[in-house]
């Protein structure tokens, strides 16, 4: 069975830091894109950042350019979301999914995580 499971999340003051987990089973994450994606509070889902099967990084979100960093562990089976400096604005759900390859577009992604709440708050 194909799955993908988030975790890392929880509350954080800003300027704090995070690292979100993407473990993936039934499946070897390392052939292909892996994207993470943001849902704030009323707001829709947007991609911020992907790592393809390559381990190149796109960067769909430009801010969060200079304090987000992805990386796969292929041991693992694993993405990393490494999100320092974190802001109020970074508040939301994070979600991970699979796609044959980097794109901004939601509906280029399959499986999808369940997602971890991340609040950035005093």
């Known amino acids: 069975q194909l799955q993908l499971v988030e975790s890392g999340g929880g509350l954080v003051q800003p300027g704090g830091s995070l690292r979100l987990s993407c473990a993936a089973s039934?499946?070897?994450?390392?052939?292909?894109?892996i994207g993470w994606f943001r849902q704030a509070p009323g707001k829709d889902r947007e991609a911020i950042i992907c790592?393809?099967?390559?381990?190149?990084?796109?960067y769909y979100t430009v801010a969060v350019q200079d304090r987000f960093t992805i990386f796969r562990d292929n041991v693992d089976n694993t993405v990393w979301l490494q999100m320092n400096s974190l802001k109020p604005e970074d508040t939301g759900v994070y979600s991970c999914?699979?796609?044959?390859?980097?794109?901004?577009?939601?509906?280029?992604?399959?499986?999808w995580g369940q997602g971890t709440q991340v609040t950035v708050s005093s």
């Open positions: 039934g499946f070897t994450l390392g052939s292909y894109a």
């Open positions: 999914a699979v796609g044959s390859w980097c794109r901004p577009e939601i509906y280029q992604y399959g499986y």
């Open positions: 790592i393809s099967s390559s381990g190149s990084t796109a």
